[in-house]
């Protein structure tokens, strides 16, 4: 057993693997000291990873000034430096990375690449105390139904195509909906969500424990152009549609591992409709249902650290050398001695 | 329950996420009926929707089987508002209990038959998509029946044949280790002897495949 740090080890987490620029503070117990962040908004259509990559460099100094005065700790007091390694959008990751190496070397301490999924869930537990769930982790690059088995995160069931998230952005672009800060795609079209009444049949795409959304997502489009109903009624009967499969392939996991626990994280998580469909599965399987609060939902610097910190209290880093970016690592290649330590 | 049940003699056999099998009495015939009940989470519309699907679905796919020469319970009623499908008991028994049971030579062609009836499957664009040795019935005459059929599909891609064979094998390694390997070996020899060597040979190669993308990797029987 690598040696116990004391409590006043802080780690720096670094998070760029999309949209978002994060860093964070965390202390080795496990305390989020500040979590700073600044997305990229584009004018118009989905992320342009170049683009993206720019922002990300340009706001990257403001962030992470804004994350150590937050927590009120000095970089000299920085004992690790944990960076989001993939899987993301290659542009983006690169820049994360650049500033993690840079400080890593400057402050002379070690630096631990981390898996953005593996964040996920890990963050996910730390919030909810939960201590082997299943996860159900939803964002807008990401589907995954997993649980912990044999040393790694084992994927259950994923998307086959587009993730969750982003059937919702692109319908919700494609039907002319605007997103705001503080309101993204997706809350706008869980408001809306609301009001709808009429349930339009959309195709269910559910592929053994697998999903598919993109046929989901080309229909909802079609539904609402021929006048099939009011948007408020295709946001409606497209969340439904959706959660609906998510929540089935959910339920299929954890009746065949009998986890105590279900996990809802990622940035859809946030969806209040999402949260009560899987707690009724929850429920009916005598599984504690746990959803990752709000402010750690999406893409952040915290769940970086958290799990920067984990990795390295079971002896793992990465040195400068071989901290390359790996832009599709998969969730089950990483191995998490950390989770049997317990 | 309509249609003349007798409901003294109802036992759930296996209580699955999607649906749950009974073992009942149908007009005096020992007969499964498989019930896919409601989903408290889905909205009533959506949810009679899927469940009048998949009860559609699944004997029609099940009768696709039985032209392509593969044997599958002989299906007595379909009803498709309740979501109900009472097929016969098929008495044997699972291959799962069998496989390690039985002499070498038997085992083999047993294998050999599994592989044939799979390769027929294939062939004929149906992917079972759950093949366990438990949804196989051996029967006192030596026929093996195919069972389950709850997530099957068609299709004549790579793919999913792959994975279909993928799961075989995953299961002969954690259920039937001792001899799993020789097992795997006569199910793709009977499988050739459906398909052909060319496409056995894709089919491998895919298997292969799918073992080193490393996923799938968890158990799931």
């Known amino acids: 057993m690598p040696k116990k740090k004391p409590s006043h080890s802080y780690c720096l987490g670094i998070e760029s693997t999309a ?20 997305a990229y908004l584009p004018k118009e259509g989905g992320i342009h990873p170049r683009e993206a990559a720019r922002h990300h460099a340009e706001v990257s100094e403001k962030v992470l000034a804004e994350a150590f005065e937050t927590a009120s700790v ?66 807008g690059g990401n589907t995954i139904v997993s649980a912990f088995e044999a040393g790694k995160y084992r994927i259950f069931g994923e998307t086959l195509d587009i993730a969750m998230g982003n059937c919702l952005d692109v319908f919700a672009r494609a039907v002319g909906l605007q997103q705001r800060k503080g309101a993204p795609f997706g809350a706008v079209v869980e408001e809306l969500a609301r009001k709808g009444k009429k349930f339009v049949s959309l195709p269910y795409t559910v592929k053994g424990m697998d999903l598919s959304f993109s046929g ?17 009624d295709i946001c409606y009967s497209l969340q439904e549609v959706a959660f609906s499969m998510l929540t089935e392939v959910t339920e299929r996991a954890l009746a065949h591992t009998q986890k105590p626990e279900v996990l809802l994280t990622g940035g859809v998580a946030a969806n209040k409709k999402l949260q009560s469909m899987l707690k009724v599965v929850a429920d009916e399987h005598g599984a504690r249902f746990c959803v990752v609060p709000l402010k750690l939902a ?30 599709k690592w998969r969730l089950e290649e990483v191995y998490a001695p950390w989770v049997e330590a317990k | 329950m309509r249609l003349g049940w007798r409901q003294n003699s109802v036992v759930l056999i296996k209580k699955g996420a999607e649906a749950s099998l009974y073992l009942e009495t149908w007009h005096d015939r020992k007969v499964i009926m498989k019930r896919r009940l409601p989903k ?14 998949r009860t559609t679905h699944e004997p029609h796919i099940m009768h696709k089987a039985k032209e392509a020469g593969v044997p599958t319970p002989t299906i007595l009623m379909v009803d498709v508002a309740d979501a109900n499908i009472v097929m016969e008991f098929v008495e044997g028994k699972q291959v799962k209990e069998v496989l390690d049971a039985v002499s070498k030579e038997e085992r083999l062609s047993l294998c050999r038959l599994i592989g044939k009836m799979i390769g027929r499957l294939h062939k004929n664009g149906i992917i079972h998509g759950d093949l366990t040795t438990s949804n196989m019935i051996l029967t006192p005459y030596g026929k093996v029946v195919f069972v389950d059929f709850g997530l099957s599909e068609r299709s004549v891609e790579l793919e999913p044949k792959g994975v279909d064979l ?8 954690s259920t039937h280790y001792k001899h799993a390997k020789e097992c795997f070996k006569a199910i793709m020899d009977g499988y050739a002897e ?3 060597e060319k496409e056995t040979k894709q089919v491998t190669a895919k298997i292969r495949e799918i073992e080193k993308r490393g996923r799938y990797v968890a158990d799931r029987e």
């Not at chain 1, 949209?19 to 600044?38: H, Q, T, Y």
């Not at chain 1, 989901?216 to 408020?232: D, M, Q, R």
């Open chain 1, 19 to 38: 949209d978002d620029f994060g860093a964070a503070v965390v202390s080795f117990d496990g305390k989020v000291l500040s979590n700073a962040n600044d």
């Open chain 1, 74 to 139: 000095k970089p000299r007091e920085i004992s690790l430096v944990a960076f989001s390694q993939g899987p993301g959008l290659g542009p983006c990751l690169r820049t994360g990375a650049t500033a993690a190496r840079a400080l890593a070397s400057y402050l002379a301490v070690p630096l631990v690449g981390v898996n953005h999924c593996v964040g996920h869930i890990e963050i996910g537990k730390l919030a909810t105390g939960a201590v082997d769930p299943v996860t159900l982790y939803v964002s």
């Open chain 1, 216 to 232: 989901l997502h080309t229909a909802a489009v079609n539904a609402f152009e021929s006048n099939k109903g009011t948007v408020e």
């Open chain 1, 298 to 327: 999406a893409d952040n610097g915290a769940m970086i650290a958290w799990a920067g910190i984990l990795a390295y209290n079971s002896g793992i880093s990465t040195p400068i050398e071989k901290s390359f970016v790996n832009v």
């Open chain 2, 40 to 53: 408290k989470y889905r909205i009533p519309e959506l949810d009679n929707m899927i469940r009048s699907q």
């Open chain 2, 166 to 173: 993928h799961l075989m094998k995953r299961t002969l390694n």
């Open chain 2, 194 to 196: 459906s398909v052909g």
